[in-house]
Every structure is written in structure tokens, then in C-alpha cells.
């Protein structure tokens, strides 16, 4: 039963995601109006435009947080090849292969 409780409180789509940064928005316009009532003079409006900066970041972490709609794939009866990653069976990089010669970074200093 919380499970199905929680799931209403679940931002799926970007849709929701802009609803929900619309109203955190008019909260923070309404917050800000408060503060400059409040605090007459610069450190109302500092107040007020912290309030509604912070709509920015908010908005940005839920639309990042919802996953974009997959992109339509063209029409045709073959699916496109699946892109796979090359596994090296190493959990570091490989280290480049040492020079030698007149290529050595050593012959190439001046000291």
C-alpha cells in the first residue's frame, strides 16, 4: 500500500517536471515578495533574488532527473545494430608502450 502511495509522489514524465518547477517558482516569487516587504532595502532584494535563483537549480535537477523520450526509430523491418562497448578485461588503463631509440622522451630533454 506505500508503494502504491509513494508512486503518486513520482515525477515520470517532463511534463510533471515543469509543473512542479512552475510551482516551486510561484513559491519563490511569493517568498521573495515576503522578504522585500520584510527586509526594505538591498538585503530584501538580495533575499528576493536568492528565492528565485534558486528555482534555476531546481528546475535543472528534475529535468535532468527525467529521463528524455526514446527517439523514434525509423520505419523498416530491420532493427539497428545494438552499440556495444569494447571490453578490454582490464579494470585500469593500459599503459603506453615505452620508446626507445632517438624517439625516447629522455633524448628529446635539454639539459
Known sequence: MLRKVGRLFTIKTRFEAWLVTYAIALGAVE???HY?????????WLLAVACTGVVFIAGAKLLDSVKAPAPALAAGPYRAPAQRHRFTGRSRPRRLPQRSGAESRSSLRRD
Open 31 to 33: 517568498r521573495g515578495r
Open 36 to 44: 522585500l516587504e520584510t527586509y526594505p532595502g538591498f538585503g530584501g
